[in-house]
T-cell receptor, first 111, second 114 residues
């Protein structure tokens, strides 16, 4: 079947670095994406990895290993405004190429 | 500043009433998705359109839900009759098929069915 697993909650300290992991099981993998959602808001696109390796966008980086069916989102120099839920999502051949979503990781940042 | 718009933003209704939610995708986007989000279930895909044609609505309770795209600027999601368990936030999202898995979400409609 198709599934994505990510931790339900991660806690970190302001200014620190945090990594949110995502493992997936799908057919016909077509890329791993990350989305951020603040409480009361809508998900917003953060990053996309189609090939193995690290993609960096400012304080955020996303990594993919297709052989391990694994990826992570790395947030550096954490700020209080990074407190949000983070979703990984995979585009899957068997589901009409729609996104299959993880359940989300709530990131709690302490001062 | 192109963005997805949804109306209404909030809706409170009584069980048994019809609810219609509307979405205006970003001009030029050829895919539209309807999602439902609850604390318990996370993000659930209800319906998926590409070039206005329905591709997948397997996540939608067919007996009460219906989704349509009468034209490229309007997508609708209807619930008739509504039930308390339909209370959730409903998001419309769109994008370009095959483009980096990037979906642009509307602000959502928060539905409460009493």
């Amino acid at each position: 079947g198709q599934s994505l697993e990510q931790p339900s909650e991660v806690t970190a300290v302001e200014g620190a670095i945090v990594q949110i992991n995502c493992t997936y099981q799908t057919s016909g993998f077509y890329g791993l994406s990350w989305y951020q959602q603040h409480d009361g808001g809508a998900p917003t696109f953060l990053s996309y990895n189609a090939l193995d390796g690290l993609e960096e966008t400012g304080r955020f980086s996303s990594f993919l290993s297709r052989s391990d069916s694994y990826g992570y989102l790395l947030l550096q120099e954490l700020q209080m405004k990074d407190s949000a839920s983070y979703f990984c999502a995979v585009r899957d051949q068997d589901s009409n190429y729609q996104l299959i979503w993880g359940a989300g990781t709530k990131l709690i940042i302490k001062p | 500043d192109a963005r997805v718009t949804q109306t209404p933003r909030h809706k409170v209704t009584e069980m048994g009433q019809e609810v219609t939610m509307r979405c205006q995708p970003i001009l030029g986007h050829n895919t539209v998705f309807w999602y439902r989000q609850t604390m318990m279930q996370g993000l659930e895909l209800l319906a998926y359109f590409r070039n206005r044609a329905p591709l997948d609505d397997s996540g939608m309770p067919k007996d009460r839900f219906s989704a349509e795209m009468p034209d490229a600027t309007l997508a609708t999601l209807k619930i008739q009759p509504s039930e308390p368990r339909d209370s959730a936030v409903y998001f419309c999202a769109g994008g370009l098929a095959g483009a980096r898995n990037e979906q642009f979400f509307g602000p959502g409609t928060r539905l409460t069915v009493l």
